[in-house]
Each structure stands twice: as C-alpha cells, then as structure tokens.
C-alpha cells in the first residue's frame, strides 16, 4: 500500500489526481497527474515532509520557477486532504535523461544514439547555463552531481532536486544538507554539509566535473593512475588536489588511465581551465559557470571532422583522441555512424585511372651532355679580333725587329751595349704586354670556360627520374589497393558472420551498465574510477583489464565478474537474426571511406608524378638550352682568341726569347773579357824586325828620382796596346841604377779599373707601395675602390680585416693576377689604373640584406646579412656556399656548410628574390629579408 494520498490539494485550492509513478528516490516519490500533463508532483515519504515545508514553501513564494527555464523549481506547496503538508508542484521533464547516460559511451549509443561530439559540447554548455541560473537568483546547488540534470535529445539542460538548494529566503539562509563525494571540491572532503554554508564557487568544482566527464568520455578528472606506494581512492585524490591528467605530474604523482584523451587534445585555454577548476588555486576562485559558456562555445568552433572516421570530431590541428582510444580498446565504438554508404561494385573499374597514369611520360635517366650539344658550325671570328689580328701582326714584327736589333748590337759590347738593352726591352716589351683588345679576349674565354663548367655541374646534379619512378611506384600501390577494395568488403563481410554470436552477445552485455548496478562492495567512487578506465557495462568487464586498475583486488575482481556472469547467463543466440545493421553501416562507411580516400590520393599522386615529369624534362630543357649557349660562347671565344693569336704572333715571341738569350752570351763574353788581368810591362817582349839592324845601347843616364810607369786602362776587347803605340808605357831601362831603399820613394797601390755592368746582372729595384695597410687613410681609399668595383658589400672604415682581404683577392681573380689576398704593388697598380675590371654580378642575391626594413646599419657598418657568391655571413655565423644551382626564376638552390658558435651543419638553402625582398629557406623555417642597397 502506496504512504502517499491519492488525491492532494495545492495552497491555491486546485486539486490533483495522482497518476503513474514517474520517479523514486531517498527523499520521495515524483507523480504525472490526471489533471495536468506539463506539471508533476513531488511526494516527500512522511518522515521528511515537515522538515521540508518552510523552505519549500518560502521558494515557491519567490517564484523563481518564472525567471529560471533550466531549473524545475517548486510552482506551489501540496497537502493531503487531513491539511498535512505532503510536497510540492513542479514544472514535468519529459523525454530527458541524466547526463551520466550522455557522457558514459555505452549507455550513449543506446540513449543518444544519434550525438556526436559537438552534441556533448552543447550539452555541456546548457548544464553551465543552468547552474548560472541558479546563481543569479542568489542560489548555491549545493549537490551538484551527475544525476541532477536531465538532458534531452536536442541537448537541452534541465536541474532537478531544486529542494535541495542552499537558498536564502524571508531573511533565513537554508543549507544543503547533501552532498557527492565525486563532485564535491577538496575543500569540503570529509564535512558534515548540513553544517557548512556552500558558495558558487563550490558549486564551480562540481560543474568542472561535469563539463570533464562530458569531454573526456566519462572519465572522472581525479581517477588514473598513483604514481606513489598504496592505493589512492577518488575522495582522498581529490582531497589532495591529484588532477590525474595535470601537466604537474611530478606533483600529483598521477597518470591519465591508458587510451584516455588528454589535455593536449584540446585548446590550451580549456586546458588552462581544467588545471585552475582542479589544482590548488581552485579553492579561491574557479572558473564559473558564465565563464564556461563561453569556454564551450569557442571549443566547438575549433572541431573538424576525422579524416579517419567521419563519426569522429576533434580539434583542428590535433590528433584525434577517439581514433586513439578505439585502438587501444579494440571492440570500443566511441560514437555511432550513420553515414550512407553506398554498396561498392564487385569489379572496381580501374583502368582508365592506370591508362592516364601510364601515359605521364616517364623522363628516364639524365643522359650526358654531350647528347644534347650542337656543335656550332662556320664559326669565324669576330669583328673586334679580326681587327685587332692585325694590330698583332705589326707588333711581332716591330718585337722581332727589335729584339734581333738589341741582340747584334748587344754582340758588338763597348757602347753598343746600352743602346741595345733598350731595343732589346723595347722589342720584348711589343711581345709581352698584350694589347687591351687582347686582353678583354683572353677574359672572355676564361668567362666562357667558367660558365660551361657551371652548366656542366649543373646538368651532373639534375635528379633524372628517380623521383618520377618513386611517386610512380606509390601510386601504383594505389591504384592496387583500390582495386582489391570488391575483395576487403566480402572479407569484412565474411567477419561480420562468424563473429555475429560475439556481437550479439556484446550487445546484450552492453545493456548492463555498471552505474545502475547493485555489485558487492562496488560503490559510487569505484564505479567512477572503473569509468574513468573504459569499464561501463558488463561488456567492458574482463579480469586482466580489472586487475591492472589500482585499488582493485582479487575480491572486487571476482564481485564484478561474477556479476558479469550473471548477465551473459541471461544471453540466448538468435542465429537467424541477422547481421547488426549498425555494424554493417559502419563497415560499409569504412569502405567507402576508404574508396574515398584511395581516389584522392592517386589524384594528388598523379599530379605529382606530372610535375615531376614536367619538371625534370622542363629541366633538362632549360640546361640543355643554357649548355648550348655556353658551348657556343666557349667555342666563339677560342676562335676569337685564336684568330688574334696566330702563328707569327707566338713566332715572335719565339723569336724574342732567342733573341733574349743570344743577347745574354754576348754580355758574358764581353763580362769575361773585360775581368781578364792586363800584361805587367816587364813582361813585354819587344821584338825588332827582320830587316832592321840591333838597337845601340845608350849609356845609362842618372836620375834622382823613379818615375813609376803610367798603367793605361786596357781597350774593350782585352790584350796589350800595341808596340810604339802613343799610349803605350815607356819601359824602363834593363839595368836600372842600384839606390838605397831608404831614397826610394813609397810606390802608390794598384788602381782597379771599374768595369761595365752586365746587362743580366742588373736586379730591377722592388716597386715601392704608396698605399700601406699600415695606414688608416690608405685602407680607405683601397676599400673604396674595392666597393665602387663591386668586390666588397660593405663600405670603408679603414680597418683591413677579413672582408676587405676576400675582396682582394676576389679582384685579383678576376684581374688575372696572382691568385691571394696578398696586398702588393701589382695589384696597387691594377686596382688604381684605368682598366680595373668591375666585379661580374650574375647571382641577383648577392649584396647586403636586413630583415627589419630601415635597419641596415649606418655608414661604416656591415649590413646584418651579407651574401657573397660563395658565401653569407652574418655577426653571429656563416654559411659556406658549395654548390649553387639555378631553381627558376630568380631563385638558387644551394647546398652549404653552415657554422655558428664552433659548430657547423650542412645545409640545403633556397634563396628566392621578389624585387627586393629576399625569401631564405632550409631545414628552418622560412625567413624574410630586405635588400640593403647601399651595401651591394
């Protein structure tokens, strides 16, 4: 026999009939009326119905059951016919049900069998604007918890057991008296809650509960795995502020349970959230209720279907954690599908896609180059040698003329010898010093050989079709994927059948949720902690997976079997009921999907494999067409120089080299008779004649004094002068007269004769420098001049360092000189004469670059990027080019080693240029900078 009145009568006088019994709980029973069918009755067991009346009776007078569509408030008081109070009238929830039946998956493809997961993100959203509801008329919840909002199926939010409520009405504040360990916050853990006021942000922890479990698949945020010794039931790890998937795990000494999402799966502001609703900081001020509204909404902008599965929904930019958790629970459906798939033919048709892919011309391996040269044919010289030929021809004339000249007279010794030195120069020098003409030739084909080396590095580094046959070998893949797709179906089909007894029997475990099941020593906190593993229904329970979960011994794991048994006890096979049909959508729609996505890939990868036809015959075009011209140009250049250079002008120089040497013997001759010693007169023999008689001897003539004899210098050419000669030394008598030593006078020393210099002897004196590194004003005027040729990228400031020193030797390279960086007067000489040649520029990107415009540096300082053709460089590191290869227009592919702070790296960098604006990529990402153009 039924403790409540059949018929009760409301404080306004209308009277209800008591229909079907809609709902039980501790506090009462829940009626339709035969009267009203949007309105129900809540009956309170006779017991707790005085208790009861006041509060009840001060909410229905403030009639907030007008101002609140989320809350069923009490509308008006009830009382049996005795005039006893028995309840309250309230506004009827139809066709709604507790949210654990939305969040849990199991009961949610039963119960909301169509939602997907923007579907629980609005519902989480409505809860949150109930609670705000409350909160605005000045009420607290008190016990918030998964039972206390009823969802619908458009994801509309209903709060019941607004008896409940912390209110505050005819000046006296009525407290909740119940509570959820689950979702009451760390701070009230343990409290006698009829003793303790609540505040909304109390009420803020139970929504931050509701809102994770909803997101996160009904897992409870404060269940995982300990980390530490022993067991940690669900209060004592929300007592101690454990957020299982907080990103201080080293704190909590927690662990998400495996396959569960995460917090990276999701914004980082919804993230931020959960870490503020559930850390320490919590217990001052949580997000609230408005503020989730608004966290909500702005996640579900963030969701993109799955490309894996379509059911599935997750964040932009993000793994998918559905995908995820299926995998590690195989059998595990996180959502239904409901795509229409349509059956795929037995025979899938093929061959149109494999014709259009085996007609993409394949561009086969690179052939030499020599295949694609044309040999230029009637090439003659241009106009300019043949012009200058002539001028050649006089001047190895005027040489051999002169050199010959300087040569004989050079032989004649004496005073001819000067004279001829300077003819001999003279001729040497119309050899060896080349016209202008001859000169901008001789640059010319180094030009020309330089470029057609380039092509030819060029045209050894093109890829061929490797990766042409590489894409080619993918798609093939594909396209055999997609036609065995007629087979996979009858195979997946052929799965359906033979596992159909387990389906069913699945099913039928799935029906028994865990939740609403009375187990042995099972309560509330272990069910949310088996939830928040993936154990929901009987179908989830086995004993390996049980046993891994902490806290859960030998005898809770037999409870929750033996419980499981009794429900597959209950199983009966049908073997006639056909495949499930949602399991046959659900295969259906992954073939198609599959179909779907084949499709696509073997478009883009037949895209791709005509690009890279196109391009490696594009290519080989390009090179081809640039090998010819630098071949031709190469081969002009030859031609040209050759045609200056004939035989009589290396004849001539020939000619000079001989003359040169001819001239050197004379001068050592002439030196050798020169340095011979000359006769001493008592050697002199005098001999008469034959037909003259003998000399009369004289008497011998005193004298006071001897005279020495005169030494006359001897004549060029060696020997005595001769006998009776006006020159000649007058001899002494041959007895001269015997005086003492002592009257004798001191005899001079003998005189050297100076002697010619020979002429190969001569050491030409070192040229002097006028511009001395040493000096600052000096450098300047060296590196501005570097600057104004184009060889260095950044102006003078007259210290000599390592930029100014590869700007030198850059220049001497192309000036023909001594291949250093060696300041001297011959390149003094070329840099400040009129012919300097200017720097070739042929790299656009060569020159100085900043990546903040205006910010270049000021006069005197180095731009921040500067690029040289083999090298950039900039204050904090340097990349050194080693190959360089055109990729297009204005663009260069360069492979380099690149150093910075004593470590180097190779690197592949793509330079492309945009009027002024410089785009660098490699392995880093892109960077962006501007042209300096003081500083090219």
């Not at 979702?183 to 509960?209: I, K, M, S």
């Not at 590095?457 to 993918?474: C, H, M, R, V, Y």
């Not at 005169?710 to 000649?728: D, K």
Request: hydrophobic letters at 40%.
């Amino acid at each position: 026999m039924t403790p409540f009145p059949s018929i009760v009568q409301s404080s306004l006088g209308r009277t209800f009939h008591l229909a079907k019994q809609i709902g039980k709980g501790g506090e009462g029973a829940i009626y339709e009326t035969s009267e009203q069918q949007d309105i129900a009755v809540k009956l309170y067991w006779p017991d707790k119905a005085q208790s009861r009346r006041e509060k009840i009776a001060a909410m229905a007078s403030a009639q907030w059951y007008k101002t609140s569509s989320f809350v069923a408030f009490p509308i008006d008081i009830l009382f049996s016919p005795n005039g006893a109070f028995v309840g309250f009238v309230m506004k009827k929830i139809g066709g709604s049900k507790p949210v654990h039946m939305l969040f849990t998956p199991a009961s949610r493809k039963a119960e909301f069998s169509r939602a997907n997961y923007r579907f629980l993100i609005r519902a989480a959203g409505n809860i949150a604007r109930a609670v705000a509801s409350v909160h605005s008329l000045g009420c607290v919840i008190g016990d918030v918890n998964h039972s206390g909002f009823l969802v619908s199926d458009k994801a509309v939010s209903i709060l019941i057991d607004s008896d409940s409520f912390q209110v505050v009405a005819s000046n006296h504040k009525y407290l909740c008296q119940v509570g959820t360990p689950d979702y009451t916050p760390p701070e009230l853990q343990g409290v006698r809650f009829d003793r303790v006021p609540r505040t909304p942000n109390h009420d803020n922890f139970g929504l931050a509960v509701l809102v994770f479990q909803i997101l996160f698949m009904g897992r409870h945020p404060f269940s995982g795995r300990y980390q530490g010794s022993g067991d940690m039931p669900l209060e004592r790890a929300i007592g101690e502020f454990r957020f299982a998937y907080s990103a201080q795990a080293s704190r909590t000494q927690m662990l998400p349970p495996p396959g569960a999402p995460l917090l990276t799966d999701f914004p980082p502001h919804l993230g931020a959230a959960f870490e503020n609703a559930f850390g320490q900081q919590g217990r001052s001020l949580r997000s609230t209720a408005a503020e989730w509204i608004s966290l909500l909404e702005n996640l579900e902008t963030y969701l993109v279907p799955c490309s894996a599965e379509p059911s599935h929904q997750h964040i932009k930019d993000k793994p998918c954690p559905w995908c995820r958790m299926e995998q590690s629970s195989p059998g595990f459906v996180t959502f239904n599908t409901f795509t229409t798939a349509t059956a795929i033919p037995i025979h899938v048709d093929v061959s149109q896609i494999a014709a259009l892919i085996n007609a993409i011309r394949d561009p086969g391996p690179t052939p030499t180059i020599q295949t694609v040269i044309i040999v230029p044919t009637n090439v003659g010289p241009a106009p300019l040698a043949s012009g200058l030929n002539t001028n050649l021809k006089r001047r190895a004339y005027l040489g051999v003329g002169a050199s010959a000249s300087g040569a004989i007279l050079i032989s004649f010794g004496g005073i001819a010898i000067v004279p001829g030195l300077l003819v001999l120069g003279a001729g040497v020098l119309a050899n060896a010093f080349p016209p202008k003409e001859l000169k901008k030739l001789r640059e010319a084909r180094s030009q020309a050989e330089t470029s057609w080396r380039s092509i030819e590095d060029a045209w050894s580094k093109q890829p061929g079709n490797t990766k042409f046959l590489q894409i080619k070998s993918e798609v093939n893949e594909y396209v055999r994927l997609l036609s065995d797709l007629p087979n996979e179906e009858k195979r997946e089909l052929q799965k359906l059948e033979q596992n159909k007894k387990d389906a069913q029997l699945r099913r039928h475990l799935d029906r028994y949720l865990i939740a609403n099941a009375k187990i042995k020593k099972i309560g509330a906190g272990r069910k949310a902690v088996l939830a928040s593993f993936g154990v929901q229904t009987a179908a989830d329970i086995q004993q390996q997976r049980i046993s891994a979960i902490q806290g859960f011994g030998p005898a809770l794991v037999s409870s929750l079997m033996a419980w499981r048994q009794g429900a597959a006890n209950r199983f009966v096979f049908n073997v006639s009921e056909p495949v499930n049909q949602v399991d046959l959508a659900n295969m259906k729609a992954r073939i198609a999907n599959r179909k779907a996505d084949l499709d696509t890939k073997i478009r883009s990868f037949a895209g791709n494999l005509q690009q890279a036809s196109n391009f490696s015959l594009a290519q080989r075009a390009r090179i081809s067409s640039l090998a010819n011209q630098a071949f031709a140009a190469r081969r002009q250049a030859e031609i040209n120089e050759q045609s200056a250079t004939g035989s009589l002008h290396k004849a001539s120089k020939v000619i000079s080299l001989c003359c040169i040497g001819l001239a050197a013997i004379g001068l050592v001759i002439s030196n050798n008779s020169t340095t011979s010693a000359p006769p001493h007169p008592s050697s002199v023999v005098v001999t008469k004649a034959p037909d003259q008689p003998p000399p009369r001897p004289e008497p011998p003539i005193a004298v006071s004094k001897y005279v020495p004899p005169v030494i006359v210098p001897p004549q060029r050419g060696g020997g005595a002068p001769p006998v009776g000669s006006s020159s000649s030394t007058p001899l002494p008598p041959s007895n001269p007269p015997r005086q003492e030593e002592s009257a004798l006078p001191s005899l001079p020393g003998p005189q050297e004769v100076p002697q010619l210099p020979i002429p190969n002897s001569v050491v030409p004196a070192e040229p002097v420098l006028k511009r001395q590194l040493s000096r600052t004003e000096d450098v300047i005027q060296i590196q501005k001049k570097l600057f104004n040729l184009g060889y260095m990228s950044v102006p003078a400031n007259g210290k000599w360092g390592p930029l100014s020193k590869r700007a030198l030797g850059q220049y001497k390279q192309q000036a023909g000189l001594e291949k250093n960086d060696l300041w001297d007067a011959t390149a003094e000489d070329s840099l400040f004469g009129e012919n300097a040649p200017r720097a070739i520029r042929t790299l656009a990107f060569i020159g100085g670059w900043t990546n903040e415009l205006g910010q270049c540096g000021g006069p005197g300082e180095a731009a921040p990027l500067r690029i040289m053709a083999d090298r950039a460089e900039t204050d904090g590191g340097a990349c050194q080019f080693n190959s360089v290869s055109s990729d297009g227009n204005n663009a260069w592919r360069i492979d380099a080693t690149c150093s910075s702070g004593g470590t180097s790296h190779a690197a592949h960098i793509r330079l492309a240029i945009n009027g002024s604006v410089l785009h660098w990529t490699s392995e880093q990402p892109e960077n962006i900078y501007y042209r300096c153009e003081n500083f090219r």
